[in-house]
């Protein structure tokens, strides 16, 4: 315990990054885990599609959008939500709705607006489409 000390007080700059680091985690964790946004996995995806008759919104541009999609999906672009314009989704706001991007990490905010709006069942895709691509599932160009 004493060498912990001594450490402590030569190196406080260190210590105090340590420290920042480790409530940083502890904060993201607890965040994630209160979260009413849950990240799903591409097989989760698929039984909620399959058997809760899930909503796929995919929120990449038109461009990306046309060089593949998961079939069914919902193309709504991320500066639609922004601007408040669901209309396309508004009988969907108690269905369970995954929301798509190329990597899941623009869909989270995405995810987030559209909860804000009153979408009770939200989910986010972990991968994006770039995921799903590799782990070999479908996409269509339809």
């Known amino acids: ?11 406080p700059l260190l210590a105090v990054a340590w420290i920042a680091i480790f409530i940083a985690l502890i904060f ?23 058997r809760s008759d899930a909503k796929v919104v995919d929120i990449r541009g038109n ?29 969907e706001k108690d269905s369970p709705i995954i929301v798509v991007c190329n ?13 804000k709006a009153g979408f009770t069942n939200v989910h986010n895709l972990q991968g994006g489409v770039t995921q799903w691509s590799s782990d070999k599932l479908p996409l269509t160009k339809k």
């Open 63 to 91: 461009d990306e959008f046309k060089k593949g999609h998961i079939l069914g999906s919902i193309h709504l672009p991320l500066s639609k939500i922004k601007n408040n314009e669901l209309a396309s989704l508004e009988k």
């Open 28 to 50: 993201t964790t607890l965040k994630s885990g209160l979260s009413p946004i849950k990240k799903i996995t591409n097989q989760q995806a698929t039984l909620l599609i399959n």
């Open 103 to 115: 990597t899941g990490m623009t869909s989270t905010q995405a995810c987030q607006m559209l909860h």
């Open 1 to 11: 315990m004493q060498q912990y000390i001594e450490f402590l007080q030569a190196n």
